[in-house]
């Protein structure tokens, strides 16, 4: 990991260091209509899994441009089914640039979106949903069965 020399003043040094600026692409990405989720290394989802703590960089590298403020990003993302995949990466790259940008006032030479994979919904999510969309369109509340534990 390097950190990027921000700036310098009479009152010392600020650096940002490259993880955060993961955080904030890895954050801005995943808020994306359409993400289902941030594709990491092994190392990264062992870690997670191991901590019980979510790797909000996962799925995220950035390279400093020496001598400048600048930086490019690259990001592996899974869509879900059925989304546009080039729609969808643009929003990507156009929500993680601003995201950097604003944040920290470097400049986001490029992001480069890797669509590592798709993800389906499974039958217990797409029953949910269309409840819940029948209960949104009719204003009605819809009651979901209890579910019962057998008796010994």
């Known amino acids: 990991m390097q950190d990027m020399d921000y700036q310098s003043t009479e009152l010392g040094k600020i650096q940002i260091a490259d993880e955060v600026l993961q955080i904030i692409a890895g954050l801005a990405a995943s808020e994306v ?60 790259q156009e929500r993680v640039k601003n995201a950097v940008e604003s944040m920290t006032g470097l400049q986001v030479e490029s992001i480069h979106v890797h669509v590592v994979g798709v993800v389906f919904q499974n039958d217990k999510e797409r029953n949910d949903k269309d409840r819940n969309d029948k209960e949104r369109e009719s204003g009605e509340m819809v009651l979901l069965p209890e579910k019962r534990s057998p008796r010994p």
Not at 55 to 67: A, D, H, T, Y
């Open 33 to 92: 209509p359409g993400v289902a989720g941030m594709s990491g290394s092994f190392a990264g989802g062992l870690t997670e899994s191991l901590l019980g703590r979510k790797n909000l960089s996962k799925g995220v590298k950035v390279q400093f441009q020496e001598g400048d403020r600048a930086c490019t990003i690259d990001v592996s993302v899974a869509l879900q089914f059925g989304v546009s995949i080039p729609e969808v990466s643009l929003n990507v």
